[in-house]
């Protein structure tokens, strides 16, 4: 499970997610009885199909251990099939080919942009008369407000809702500080630091890569891997932090910003090509995908990597990457986050980030029993059972907190395929923490120095957006999109130098109409905030 420790994370994606905008709900009271499964109901078939973030999360091929699955199809009188599938192109390749042969799972998620496709296509249903606090009160009362549901919609319809989302962020660069001891103790004249700005960077970068850090005499290191999934170029390098671009979206004196087609995107790209010339990379950075380059750094084969999970480094839960290192390798190691640009917005504050959505061929009594399910899941009996495990068993409730059993939920979860990391995603993530019901979590393996590590990421800087982009009509951002990464990938790859992305960006805000989609970008994001905000396509 990804977690008894990621229970206690972030996981991003480039994905927008909290709006500053949002009233702050009250300490919330007692569930809402909803899902009771009342008696003589109709037995009925679901099929959910679901994205989850740990790769390596299996659901128990002895069904009789899975509790969930048991608790689910007693309570609601179901038989639920819920498929899953990591986020990302492959499992979209698999939705779209299930709705192309009129198989669309009764629930799905998907990302916001392709959510956008669905609706004009009208893949889902409406629902104004589904998704409502009358029929879901704990949704409601709990994990979505009336300004984010609203700011979330698309074409003037409400085809879709956000899944429930994490609000905290953890969004950080972690180097190997055991790398940097050891390296000064043989060469005390490098002087080596976890790097607080790009210069202190570069110089761990070369050390990490050159100087042996783990002293097996081979010349089999580097200083960071990425994954960009054979894509974009990903947000992993700190070179975009140092050029003040790491949010998707931003704010700047009155203008609206596109960070990744901006015209200052010409630094970002010089200073990764000299990164990558320099011999300091993950040679397979660009192929790695989501989690392979979390692979390189288990193996002990990178010393930096960019992570979002608030136990990236955390000393003995099940997902830490430090913990995952150590075990791999069978040495020490150390991970510590770092900054070189605290005064930068490592990102924007969280939004509504992927959507539920309802299929237009599913029947009424599939839909209600179904949002029955998904209620439940976002109350208390459901939410501490996808994320905990059983009462009694994998934790015990003290007043408010939560306190897991880590033996326990070792052996029945975390080796059973992490299958709580595939519920928890049901309806949520599953490093959500339970805050908002009015809990508090405690885990007993967690140190100070994993508390102090949290605080501290948390903590860093992060800019407002505000708002949910809705979709510019007559605009095709993915055609933009798709353009731009291949301008990006030549420049990276093929070309001496960034001297040609002005001409580049020029032909992206004509041709492929990015002066209209920002413009309306910007627009949209001024009404929210109230402000006049404009966007300059001009270099």
């Not at 499964?37 to 679901?50: A, D, F, I, R, T």
């Not at 919609?153 to 085809?159: A, E, I, P, T």
């Not at 960009?228 to 947000?235: E, L, T, V």
């Not at 979709?471 to 040609?500: C, H, T, W």
């Amino acid at each position: 499970m990804k977690r008894l420790a990621q229970l206690t994370a972030f996981s991003l994606t480039a994905v927008l997610v909290l709006s500053a905008c949002g009233s702050k709900d009250e300490k919330p009271a007692a569930d809402s009885e909803t899902g009771t499964g009342k008696p003589g109901k109709e037995k009925l078939s679901l099929n959910w199909l679901v994205m989850i973030t740990n790769n390596n999360a299996q659901l128990p091929s002895d069904k009789s251990k899975d509790f969930v699955l048991k608790a689910i199809e007693d309570k609601f009188n179901v038989t639920l099939k819920l498929d899953f599938m990591p986020a990302g192109t492959d499992y979209q390749s698999k939705l779209n080919t299930r709705v192309a042969g009129g198989d669309i799972p009764d629930i799905f998620q998907i990302d916001g942009t392709n959510s956008n496709k669905f609706i004009l296509d009208k893949v889902p249903l409406d629902m104004t008369k589904w998704a409502t606090p009358e029929k879901m009160p704990n949704y409601f009362k709990y994990w979505i407000n009336d300004t984010e549901m609203k700011r979330y919609q698309v074409q003037g319809v409400f085809m879709r809702a956000p899944i429930p989302f994490l609000r905290d962020q953890y969004a950080t660069h972690y180097v190997r500080k055991d790398w940097i001891d050891a390296l000064n103790k043989k060469d005390p004249n490098l002087k080596l630091k976890v790097p607080t700005n790009y210069d202190e960077y570069l110089a761990v970068a070369k050390a990490f890569t050159f100087n042996d850090p783990d002293g097996n005499g081979k010349n089999d290191t580097y200083a960071i891997t990425a994954a960009a999934n054979g894509n974009a170029i990903p947000r992993d390098f700190p070179e975009w932090i140092k050029n003040n671009l790491a949010p998707g979206f931003m704010m700047e004196n009155g203008y609206f910003i596109d960070t990744g087609s901006d015209i200052r995107l010409s630094s970002v790209l010089t200073d990764i090509k000299a990164m990558i010339n320099l011999k300091v990379v993950d040679p397979d950075w660009f192929l790695n995908k989501p989690g392979q380059q979390f692979d390189k750094v288990q193996q002990g084969k990178a010393g930096m990597f960019f992570a979002t999970a608030r136990d990236a480094a955390f000393e003995n839960t099940p997902n830490s990457i430090q913990k995952k290192t150590k075990d791999v390798t069978g040495k020490p190691a150390e991970f510590v986050p770092f900054n070189i640009a605290p005064n930068n917005p490592i990102g924007y504050e969280a939004l509504p980030g992927n959507a539920w959505m309802i299929s237009s061929k599913t029947t009424d009594a599939k839909i209600e029993r179904s949002l029955e399910i998904l209620d439940w899941l976002g109350g208390e009996e459901g939410f501490l059972l996808t994320h905990y495990g059983q009462a009694g068993v994998h934790y015990k409730k003290e007043g408010t907190k939560i306190v897991i059993d880590p033996a326990a939920f070792k052996k029945d979860i975390t080796d059973n395929g992490s299958f709580l990391d595939i519920w928890g995603s049901a309806f949520s993530s599953p490093t959500m923490l339970p805050d908002r019901l009015g809990l508090q979590y405690v885990n007993p393996i967690e140190t100070d120095r994993d508390r102090q590590i949290a605080s501290q990421v948390k903590a860093y800087k992060y800019t407002l957006l505000g708002t949910n982009l809705a979709p510019i009509v007559g605009m095709d951002l993915s055609a933009f999109r798709k353009q731009l990464y291949l301008y990006q990938n030549k420049i990276v790859f093929e070309e001496k130098d960034a001297s040609n992305w002005p001409k580049y960006r020029a032909e992206l805000m004509d041709k492929y109409q990015g002066k209209g989609l920002f413009e309306g970008y910007a627009s949209q994001v001024g009404a929210a905030l109230k402000q006049d905000l404009k966007f300059k396509s001009e270099n």
